[in-house]
């Protein structure tokens, strides 16, 4: 199995590269490009759908032929929720750095015949989950019930300094619909300070997958199957992005049994 941990490589360009062969799985890529202004990516969407996430920074995009002018409002994925796009498969799309930018490519099998649109910050309301020590807050930009895309699923989570998140214990990797169902995912990391760290476990029951890795600043992380929570340490809040796909745009988790009392 490919390692869970995927460390950016160097500060500017494209960072981060997640493809399914890379991963060994089957559904679900991300890519992360820190641009300087002036700077343009752009590429083509073949078989896959794609929804791009300004994670920071500004920048002026088109797609499926269509401009969408300057996208992107705040500096920090740490202030407030996300422009971003989507894009459809078979589809060019191109975005221009207005200032420094830091552009997620989030991508899965496409199909259905949907159009390009922009998501804009509010799009979906924030949503807070959790009490005591397992708080975080949770901006949606693609989620199931907006019938929005073929297969992608994408959301971001603030985790405050000190708390867990992705937590009780939940897996999806088996289809088995209405009670479960099979979904890759990635998570993008940020800190804030970015000198902090975090903490990921992905582990399944019979623990023939079990690792632990300590997450710091612009990190991914892959979950091919199991439970997969996340801790932050006391000074330092958690930013992350899941990108998830699967054979069905659904996303019905299972609890960990040994800890679905902390949900009484």
């Known amino acids: 199995m490919p390692k869970l941990l995927v460390k950016p490589e160097g500060r500017h360009g494209r960072v981060s590269h997640v493809t399914p062969e890379s991963a060994g799985w089957t559904y679900v890529g991300f890519d992360l490009h820190r641009m300087k202004p002036g700077e343009i990516v752009a590429t083509e969407t073949g078989s896959r759908e794609v929804c791009l996430v300004w994670i920071s920074g500004k920048g002026k995009a088109t797609a ?9 409002e705040r500096m920090s994925p740490f202030e407030g929720a996300p422009h971003a796009l989507y894009v459809p498969a078979n589809a060019n799309w191109s975005v221009t750095a207005e200032t ?11 199909g259905g015949g949907y159009r390009a649109k922009a998501i804009a910050p509010g799009t979906h309301p ?34 405050p300094s000190g708390n867990t998140s992705s937590y009780p214990s939940h897996k999806h990797d088996r289809d088995d619909l209405p009670n479960e169902s099979l979904l890759e995912e990635t998570y993008y990391h940020r800190l804030n300070p970015p000198q902090g760290f975090a903490f990921q476990r992905v582990y399944t029951d019979d623990r023939s997958l079990d690792e632990a890795m300590a997450v710091e600043d612009g990190d991914v992380t892959l979950v091919p199957k ?26 019905k988790f299972h609890n960990a049994k040994e ?6």
């Open 64 to 72: 499926g032929g269509e401009d969408f002018g300057v996208l992107g």
């Open 100 to 110: 420094e930018l830091e552009l997620a490519v989030c991508s899965a099998p496409g």
């Open 126 to 159: 924030k949503l807070s989950r959790g009490k005591g020590s397992n708080v975080r807050h949770v901006h949606n930009i693609m989620p199931e019930d907006d019938n929005s895309a073929h297969s992608l699923l994408v959301v971001e989570v603030i985790t």
């Open 226 to 251: 199991g439970y997969h929570p996340c801790a932050t340490i006391h000074g330092y809040d958690l930013y992350y992005l899941n990108v998830m796909a699967g054979p069905k745009r659904v996303w």
């Open 259 to 264: 800890h679905e009392w902390l949900l009484g």
